[in-house]
T-cell receptor, first 112, second 116 residues
Framework: SQTIHQWPATLVQPVGSPLSLECTVE??????LYWYRQAAGRGLQLLFY??????ISSEVPQNLSASRPQDRQFILSSKKLLLSDSGFYLC???????????FGPGTRLTVL | AQSVTQLGSHVSVSEGALVLLRCNYS??????LFWYVQYPNQGLQLLLK??????LVKGINGFEAEFKKSETSFHLTKPSAHMSDAAEYFC??????????????FGKGTKLSVIP
């Protein structure tokens, strides 16, 4: 069966520091991968998606970037965090069937 | 293009009462529709999905939803609320495979509170 992992689970970082969040998927090949952010009271915001290694599409201009160095690995990064980057970050994957997405456990990021 | 509207950002029901969470969608192609549940500080879990088979879809934890094309609705129901149903619920829509869209468009969520 497929599983999706995210780490770390929680992170507290100062403004201006770098960020790296990692997501890995097991049990499937060539998944579509997604990064979402949930800010308080604002629902789910799609940040990036990827249909293959090295293929990244950005949905909104922001302080963040994403990379996909391996088929089942998706990384969210920032060179300098802003206060507004605080939130709950969710990684998800989908196959081709029905476009349903499967979500990881999330990372709670607090920028101080 | 697709969009989802969830009526009511907060819904409160008594334990044992009917749960009704509303979702209306718009889609330029035949839609696939989903309901997800999110417990505090956790990821989203798929409750049920409509993929153009039966219009009444049964999911986990006793939830079900009915696809009504004429009303462009996909409301989520459960006959009797349990305390463990307290969570946030998201409705989502996507186009059918081959329609050029593999992304989900989410509603803003409805937070369900269950009163003992």
């Amino acid at each position: 069966s497929q599983t999706i992992h995210q780490w770390p689970a929680t992170l507290v970082q100062p403004v201006g520091s770098p960020l790296s969040l990692e997501c890995t998927v097991e049990g499937t090949s060539n998944p579509n991968l997604y990064w979402y952010r949930q800010a308080a009271g604002r629902g789910l915001q799609l940040l990036f998606y990827s249909v293959g290694i090295g293929q990244i599409s950005s949905e909104v201009p922001q302080n963040l970037s994403a990379s996909r160095p391996q088929d089942r690995q998706f990384i969210l990064s920032s060179k300098k965090l802003l206060l507004s980057d605080s939130g709950f970050y969710l990684c998800a994957w989908s196959g081709l069937a029905y476009n349903e997405q499967f979500f990881g456990p999330g990372t709670r990021l607090t920028v101080l | 293009a697709q969009s989802v509207t969830q009526l009511g950002s907060h819904v409160s029901v008594s334990e044992g009462a009917l749960v009704l969470l509303r979702c209306n969608y718009s889609s330029s192609v035949p839609p696939y529709l989903f309901w997800y549940v999110q417990y505090p500080n956790q990821g989203l879990q798929l409750l049920l999905k409509y993929t153009s088979a039966a219009t009444l879809v049964k999911g986990i934890n006793g939830f079900e939803a009915e696809f009504k094309k004429s009303e462009t609705s996909f409301h989520l129901t459960k006959p009797s609320a349990h305390m463990s149903d307290a969570a946030e619920y998201f409705c989502a829509v996507t186009g059918t495979p081959g329609a050029g869209s593999y992304q989900l468009t989410f509603g803003k969520g409805t937070k369900l509170s269950v009163i003992p």
